[in-house]
């Protein structure tokens, strides 16, 4: 997706999740992003070859590492995790953004 930040592990010696985690047979991540308040303001769906390391915010544009949450999912070899991100950026100076990620994911491993 064009606002992702970079694709997983792009500057190191893996381009993606499955690269980096040889025993990962599957993995589907849904990804809601949400105010506080409860308005929707955007959705994302990523599989192995697909999930980044950060997803831009829609609303103050911080990147959101979403990715490395997942990781440690994947690092424990776990197979459903839920968790939420919150966004760290500010919409304007002294206004801290309100948009968390709300993720979903199950994953296979050989």
Same mark, same amino acid.
């Given at each position: 997706?064009?606002?992702?930040?970079?694709?997983?592990?792009?500057?190191?010696?893996?381009?993606?999740?499955?690269?980096? &985690?040889? @025993?990962?047979?599957?993995? =589907?991540? $849904?990804?809601?992003? !949400?105010?506080?308040?409860?308005?929707?303001? *955007?959705?994302?769906?990523?599989?192995?070859?697909?999930?980044?390391?950060?997803?831009?915010?829609?609303?103050?544009?911080?990147?959101?590492?979403?990715?490395?949450?997942?990781?440690? &999912?994947? @690092?424990?070899?776990?197979? =459903?995790? $839920?968790?939420?991100? !919150?966004?760290?950026?500010?919409?304007?100076? *002294?206004?801290?953004?309100?948009?968390?990620?709300?993720?979903?994911?199950?994953?296979?491993?050989?």
């Amino acid at each position: 997706m064009s606002d992702d930040f970079e694709p997983f592990f792009s500057s190191g010696e893996a381009d993606s999740v499955s690269d980096e &985690y040889p @025993d990962l047979q599957s993995l =589907d991540v $849904e990804v809601q992003l !949400s105010k506080i308040a409860g308005e929707d303001v *955007g959705y994302r769906r990523y599989d192995e070859t697909e999930m980044p390391s950060h997803i831009q915010c829609p609303e103050c544009g911080a990147n959101v590492s979403v990715g490395w949450t997942i990781a440690d &999912y994947i @690092d424990e070899k776990e197979t =459903d995790f $839920e968790d939420t991100v !919150s966004c760290h950026g500010e919409i304007f100076e *002294g206004k801290s953004c309100v948009v968390y990620f709300e993720i979903d994911g199950t994953a296979s491993y050989v």
